[in-house]
């Protein structure tokens, strides 16, 4: 077993297991669905103290952005000066702008993890081989798999595509259509650097670049829930239930930060 598999995919694999067996036991209709919810409400929460740290840092920020404008027009001219100025207002604030980068550096191996998982799970063509690989990733033989996953989920399999919508019904297409929205309510809760006002004056090259990016990053918050309602629409259903409730607890947990 590699490193990767070691640190993130085999613990996430333990408890996504450990949940349906539990779930099975219990006579619970689409076992594997719930499992999906609940382990992603444990990685959801396991991650709320980086998330949380990295959007107050975000906030933060965002309200130093007329100030940082400020220092730019009083020590543009001097590199030296302007970074020191910059710095004396982030300390001043208790912002740290690494922070954010730090953050989502840590949560991002987990979110690859339990996304390749997942994708594994529901895009394996050979059950047996699929039994295989899970079980050998578990810590306990109590937790070994004897059959096939059980993957309908309120009367559909958690592997079928929205794509396949003629086959299985239109209301597939309900599915990414929901997670472009979700996604795209996200993304408006973010806390965004506001948009400098505009000056007579001619602009330099950086404040020019500066204002193309803030462009960029608007043009973003509709395009990429576009993109991921596109993957939706091509992903197993069981890839989409993963991520619509990572995005609503995503939405839960932003609006009460904003609060």
């Known amino acids: 077993m590699n490193i990767w598999n070691l640190l993130f995919v085999a613990p996430l694999t333990n408890i996504l297991l450990l949940l349906y ?4 036991a219990l006579h619970v209709p689409g076992s594997l669905g719930w499992s999906i919810v609940l382990l ?3 990685v959801r929460g396991i991650l709320w103290p980086f998330t ?23 020590h543009g001219h001097d590199a030296k000066k302007h970074q020191e100025e910059q710095l004396r207002l982030y300390k001043e604030h208790g912002v740290n702008p690494a922070t954010g980068c730090l ?10 993890a339990l996304y390749g998982l997942l994708n594994l799970v529901f895009s394996a ?9 899970l079980n050998q990733k578990l810590y306990f033989p109590s937790l070994h798999l004897t059959s096939a996953l059980d993957t309908t989920f309120f009367g559909v399999s958690l592997g079928a595509r929205p794509s396949e919508y003629a086959t299985i019904g239109w209301w597939m297409l309900l599915i990414p259509v929901v ?9 408006k809760l973010m806390p965004q650097t506001p948009t400098p006002p505009k000056k007579e004056k001619k602009k330099d090259e950086k404040e020019s670049t500066e204002e193309m990016m803030q462009g960029v990053q608007k043009q973003m918050m509709v395009v990429f829930p576009v993109m991921i309602g596109i993957a939706a ?19 839960i947990q932003q609006w009460q930060l904003r609060k």
């Not at 953050?103 to 690859?112: G, I, N, R, T």
């Not at 050979?126 to 690989?133: H, I, M, R, Y």
């Open 21 to 24: 067996t539990g779930l099975s």
């Open 40 to 42: 992603t409400i444990i």
């Open 52 to 74: 949380k740290t990295q959007m107050v840092q975000m906030q933060k920020m965002q309200k130093l952005a007329p100030q940082l404008k400020e220092l730019k027009q009083q």
């Open 103 to 112: 953050l989502l550096v840590v949560q991002l191996p987990v979110l690859f």
């Open 125 to 133: 063509t050979d059950p047996s081989a699929l039994l295989a690989d």
């Open 179 to 187: 997670t472009a929205g979700l996604q795209l309510v996200q993304s």
């Open 233 to 251: 629409y091509q992903f197993p259903i069981g890839l989409a239930l993963y991520w619509n409730t990572f995005s609503l607890l995503g939405i």
